[in-house]
Structures are given as C-alpha cells and as structure tokens.
C-alpha cells in the first residue's frame, strides 16, 4: 500500500516536471556556490583572476602549506611573511598591478591574516588592514585576545547580551580548543553559507510532492470507495501517512547528498574538522565544518518534515491540494517577510522558517534564556520541532481517518 501512494505522487506529470525543476535548481545553486567569489577566487599577480574549481586547485595548493596546528610561532611567523610582503617594491608601488603581485603572495596565509585582524579588532567589528599593525609578539595572544575583547564589550554600554548571556559567552569562548587546526577550508566556507538557500528550495519542492496525498482521493471522486474499504481508516491511512514521510525522506536524502557531493567533489572535501571560527570568528559555538554541516542539514530535514506535515494536515482537512501546498510558502517564506514589517525579535528566532537558517544561528550566537538559565538557539530548535513533528503523525491519523463520506 506505501509503495502504491508513492507511485501515485510520482506518476503525475505536475510530479515529474517539478523533479525536473528541482534538478535544475540543483545544478544552478551548485554553481553559484562553486563560483562563490567570497571566497572562490585566485589571483596569481599576473593579471589573471582564477574562479570556480581552477581557483579552488589553486588555493588548496597555496593554503595547505600552512595546513597545521596554528600555533604561537605559525601566528608569529605569519606577521612576519605578511611584514616582508608589505615591505616589498611591489606592494610600496603606486601601481595597482604591482599591489596584486603583492597581494597574490599573501593569498597562502590570507585565511590566518582575517583570524588576526579579527582578534585584534574590537568585538563585533572587522578592521582588514588591523594584521599589518601587528607585532609578531602580538600574535602569539591571537586566542588570548578573543576572550579579552569579548569581556571588554560586555563592559561598555553598548553591549546587546544580558549579564547572564555574557557570562554564557565568555564559558564558551574560554572552551573552545586552541591551538586551530588550519588547512584548505574556503570549500566549506561556501558550502555552508550557500545551503541555507537550496534547503529552502528543497523543503519547498517537498511540499508540493505530499501536498495532494490526502486530497486525491476526494478530487478523484474516490473517497468514498476508499473510506468503505476494509482498511480504509486505519491501514490505508496509515499507508498515506509513511508514503509522505518516506518521500520527504527520500528526497531531502537525495538532493541533500547530491548538492553537497557535487561541491565537495568540485571543490575539495579537506578543511572539514577546521573550527568554524576560523569563518565565524564570534561565534559562540565550538564546533568543527563538519559538525555544523550535519547540524545545518539536520535543521533543514526538521523544518522539511514541519513543514510537509503541516501542508498533509491541511491536505486532510480541507481536501484542498492547493491550499495544502500554500502551507509550506507560508511557513517558510511568509512569515519571515512579515516579521521584517511587524517586529517581534524574540518571536521571529522560534518561527520554522529558522531551521533552514541555522548557519545564520551559528554564526551570530543567537541563545535564549529558559527558566533562567541560557541555552544557544541551535539545540533548543531543533529539540522543540522535533518533538513537534512527533506529534503531528498521530494527529494526521486521526483526522483522516474520521473524515466523513458525503
């Protein structure tokens, strides 16, 4: 009965051509992502600018021969590599083209320049040029320095954490493992900041799949041979709610895994067990790429499999496929446009529309404080929807199960 509710969505030509579009969607935010010139891009100082997986190559070979433990002498030595550089003809030159021959010399340990010109600049703030002010001494407090401007942010006025959120923070900072492991990670970096927006696409996709599974049966003028059968109410019912569950599944799998092999494979997979402060330098979270890559997809399947329950329930209840798949868009894209129009700060961070934007969550350390105690956003998402998607299964079962003949 499972595998003939699923031929049934799959065998519609509205079906196959959204597969089609789903694909096509793949293929354009894997390019954008593999031409993300943030930070896919190599300049050699020649005039010529590489992107996509020529700059990828290139990069790779150039960073990971700083690839390490980043170390008081690795940071050391770093300020006096980009020391030598400035001091060059090239880069004291009043010709751009010179400056990009100096510029391309600095590219191998550009990443480990940003994390010391972060460091050093005040907390929330970025100075790109703060590194070549810098002595090599300096650098050695690099993981010193994270922690000292943190606590003097939270003694002046302009502080946007609580006394309780910022002891919090200072716990985590002071937890984080030092010294980095640094290698080749900018695959990640745009992995990561470009998935939010094919997880949306996908979550969106999904629901139009399951979105006519309980509605067919009345728009096909067969619910009344369906509720009469043997198992009409609870096994074939049953059958509906597993056939959503496992292509929500399935495809999520699927196109999840497609998108990020294609990336990967493109662009290299090292660089996945570098902490994410080394792209999200306040972050609060002390986690590897690879770790918030699985907490991002995660979040993303959570609110996926929220979204498409919902859009089931209203399938159900309405026996409207129409309205069924508004439900997803109204989820997901809706509300995070009104809450842009109508404040509500503290409401917006719960909507499920946030689970498709835990990168968003990761990097700007977004907590809560729950019974007087401080919780990151990330865990306390993820927790509470999935403790609601639990609960919707059952809920569907019943509603269709007492749907009357008319």
Known sequence: MIFYEIKKVFSKSMSKIALLVLGAALVIVSILTINNLEYIE???????????????????DAKNQWAGYLTEDVLAKVIEENNKVNSSKESQSDDFNENDKAYAEKQGFSSILDLISRAFSEYGDYDYYRADSITAQEAKGLYRQRISSLEAYLETEEKQFSDAEGDFMKKQYQALDTPFYYEYEDNWKALLQNISTFLLILALAIGFFVSGIFSDEFQLKADSIFFSSRL???????????????????????FTFLYTFIVLLLLGAGGSGCPIQIDMWDSCYNLTYLQAYFLIVAGGYIGTLFSSMLAMIVSAKTHSTVIAIIVPFALLC??????????LPGLCSLFPDQLLELYIH????VTFSIGGTIRTSVPVLLSAYL???AALPPALYCIYRRTEIK
């Open 334 to 343: 809706l509300f995070p446009f009104l809450s842009r129009i109508i404040t």
């Open 42 to 60: 190599y300049a050699d100082g020649q005039k010529h600018v590489f992107t996509g997986i020529a700059a990828a190559n290139k990069l790779r």
């Open 232 to 254: 009409g109410r609870n096994r074939a019912v049953l059958a509906k709610i597993a056939a959503g569950f496992l292509i929500a599944t399935g495809l999520y799998a699927l």
């Open 387 to 389: 403790l609601l998607c």
């Open 362 to 365: 990761l990097k700007h350390s």
